[in-house]
Every structure is written in structure tokens, then in C-alpha cells.
């Protein structure tokens, strides 16, 4: 399975009020591993921040000046999204300015929709977590993603923290080696990402004590309630504990 985790940067709140798109960033999952593979750009809007948002991103029009137009990446950017499934938080805000972006283009470029499937991490949060702050932020520090270097928002940044808060939200894996990207990687704008080891997983072997008195209470709650959750993994080689669902 193809992941794409997407983020936006925008000049504003509201597309409908003529706000567009100033950086998008994307980092691509196979199988839930990043591959190193990234799209992202800073791009003119060719028009004026609404009051706020400059300070969210700390950007610029002077730095966004020479920065392409959305309409000269539109293509790299179809081409490395598609057929994907995108994983956003808040998805009906970047996908509607997204699909507002292509639609200033012409009919030829179609919708967004039309070409890749979207899951929205911050309903998923809210399934999860319901009644309770479910911003990048607090999903973050809930699941023990490090977003201390956050200072401000960046798509590509925030596309890091989202990934490994979406994977530790569905699977409880959050570390996938987000690290600094190698020397000379970086080329028109994308930026290669490490990817973690894919090697087995090292195996916990737990101590005999623990373990004893791991099985006395497991004993205990089956006594009330006539099972445990533990029920689902199985004693392995003496001492070690191995899952099995």
C-alpha cells in the first residue's frame, strides 16, 4: 500500500476568499516504511498573507518572490501523488485549496479527488480520542512524538510529525527514522528522507520475576472477567513473550 502524508501551507484560512497555497510538502510510505522519497516546494501566491497567518508559518513575500508559481509544479506534483492513498489532518482544508489550485489552471488538470484516495488522521484522532484536543500538536505529545523542534508550521516538517503520529495512532509504531537528510540529496526541491532499517524487530526477553508476576495478574483479571486481552499473544522460548495478533 501506497501512503502519501501531506501537508499545506497557506496565505489564509479560506480559499473561497481568493487564498492560496504557499509550500506543500509530502513524504511517501510503502508498506507504512518511508521510501525516502519527498516532494517538496515553497511557492508564490502572488498575492498578500492574511493578518496572522504570516506569523503561523514565518514566511514571506519577499523570500516567496522567486519561488515557482503552483502551476509550474502542478504536473511533478500530480505525478508523484497519484494513484496514492493521501494521508492529511484536517483533509478538507488542504484538499479544498489543493482542488482550488487546480481548477485555476483549466479543466485539463481534473480534480484531486479523481486521482488519489484520502484519509483524514484528524477523524481518525477523533475516533481514537473523543472529547479531547486532537491537533498535530496534541497528538504529538499524546502518542510521544518529539515535535519540540516545532517551532512554527512547515508542510514538510509537519508531514514528518504526522507520519509518525498516523503510524503510531494505527499500528502504536511512531519511530520510523526521520533523521537529517543525507549530504546532497536535496534536488529541485525534494529532500531524501533515511529510511529506517527493515530488518525483524528485536525481540523483548523478560526477566523470570516479571514474568512471573506478569502471569499472576493476567491470572487474576482472566478470574474476573473470564479473559484477558493477553490471551491474544503466545509464551514463546522460556522468558520471552512473542505476538501473534
Known amino acids: ?9 497557506t496565505t489564509g484560512l479560506e480559499w473561497r476568499k481568493g487564498n492560496r497555497v504557499v509550500e506543500i510538502g509530502c513524504i511517501e510510505l510503502v508498506e507504512r516504511r518511508p521510501t525516502g522519497r519527498t ?12 493578518p496572522g497567518a504570516q506569523e503561523v508559518t514565518g514566511l514571506t513575500l519577499e523570500f516567496l518572490a522567486d519561488k515557482p508559481r503552483f502551476g509550474e509544479v502542478a504536473d ?17 482544508f488542504d484538499m479544498g485549496f489543493l482542488e482550488h489550485e487546480l481548477s485555476l489552471l483549466g479543466e485539463r488538470y481534473g480534480r484531486l479527488r479523481d486521482r488519489v484516495t484520502v484519509l483524514d488522521s484528524l477523524e481518525l484522532a ?29 508542510a514538510l516538517l509537519d508531514a514528518q510529525l504526522l507520519a509518525e503520529a ?3 495512532l494505527t499500528a502504536g509504531q511512531g519511530e520510523i527514522g526521520f533523521t537529517a537528510p543525507e549530504r546532497g540529496a536535496a ?36 478470574g474476573k472477567a473470564g479473559r484477558s486481552l493477553w490471551d491474544l499473544v503466545d509464551v514463546a522460548d522460556e522468558g520471552t513473550i512473542a505476538a501473534t495478533a
Not at 501506497?2 to 501551507?9: A, F, G, K, N
Not at 515553497?42 to 498573507?49: A, Q, V
Open 1 to 9: 500500500m501506497r501512503h502519501i502524508i501531506l501537508d499545506t501551507e
Open 39 to 50: 516532494f517538496h516546494h515553497y511557492l508564490n501566491p502572488e498575492r498578500e498573507f492574511e
Open 126 to 154: 477523533r475516533q481514537r480520542y473523543p472529547g479531547q484536543r486532537n491537533s498535530l500538536d496534541a497528538l504529538c505529545r499524546r502518542l510521544g512524538v518529539d515535535n519540540s523542534h516545532r517551532q512554527l508550521h512547515g
Open 76 to 92: 511533478e506534483f500530480l505525478a508523484f501523488v497519484d494513484g496514492a492513498e493521501l494521508v492529511i489532518h484536517n483533509a478538507a
Open 187 to 222: 534536488s529541485r526541491g525534494q529532500v531524501v528522507v533515511p529510511v529506517a532499517p527493515s530488518g525483524p524487530r528485536p525481540v523483548l526477553v523478560v526477566p523470570d520475576e516479571d514474568r512471573a508476576l506478569h502471569l499472576a495478574r493476567v491470572e487474576a483479571i482472566r
Open 166 to 168: 498516523w503510524l503510531a
